[in-house]
């Protein structure tokens, strides 16, 4: 029995808004970069400084439809899930990516934040509930 673990959780804000997209076989890919910022104050010169890490995220299924539907670029949300590397052809050349394979997501802004037109057809739930259809499938 193995004793690993391979989890990693994040909370950011959306760069763009998800690419939604279906593979061959129906299962729905969602794929969006998160912004995760660090700030600090330089104790030498007491001037504010900022690093902001882009973490790549890829949600399936059930999750990938929720992020697809809901979430837009400056949402900010929490993430956990599984980190994978994975190589790919980019013409003669194999590039490889780091990207973090989701598993739970929670939206953590206030729904009129998002929209001015709030969506009516779901009943509304306050950030910090898990909703079901949130968690990997």
């Given at each position: 029995m193995s004793n690993d673990l391979n989890r990693c959780e994040f909370i950011g804000r959306l760069g763009a808004d998800p690419d939604l997209n279906f593979t061959a076989k129906g299962v729905a890919v969602a794929r969006f970069s998160l912004a995760v910022n660090k700030r600090w104050k330089d104790r030498g010169s007491g001037v504010q400084q900022e690093d902001t890490q882009w973490i790549r995220i890829v949600a399936f299924r059930g999750l990938a439809e929720v992020c697809g539907q809901y979430l837009s670029r400056g949402s900010r949300i929490f993430i956990a899930g599984e980190m994978k590397?994975?190589?790919?052809?980019?013409?003669?050349?194999?590039?490889?990516?780091?990207?973090?394979?989701?598993?739970?997501?929670?939206?953590?802004?206030?729904?009129?934040?998002?929209?001015?037109?709030?969506?009516?057809?779901?009943?509304?739930?306050?950030?910090?509930?898990?909703?079901?259809?949130y968690k990997k499938d």
């Amino acid at each position: 029995m193995s004793n690993d673990l391979n989890r990693c959780e994040f909370i950011g804000r959306l760069g763009a808004d998800p690419d939604l997209n279906f593979t061959a076989k129906g299962v729905a890919v969602a794929r969006f970069s998160l912004a995760v910022n660090k700030r600090w104050k330089d104790r030498g010169s007491g001037v504010q400084q900022e690093d902001t890490q882009w973490i790549r995220i890829v949600a399936f299924r059930g999750l990938a439809e929720v992020c697809g539907q809901y979430l837009s670029r400056g949402s900010r949300i929490f993430i956990a899930g599984e980190m994978k590397n994975r190589t790919f052809q980019d013409g003669e050349r194999e590039r490889r990516v780091t990207e973090i394979i989701a598993q739970e997501m929670l939206m953590l802004d206030s729904r009129g934040s998002r929209s001015a037109t709030p969506d009516t057809s779901s009943p509304h739930r306050s950030w910090g509930q898990m909703h079901p259809a949130y968690k990997k499938d």
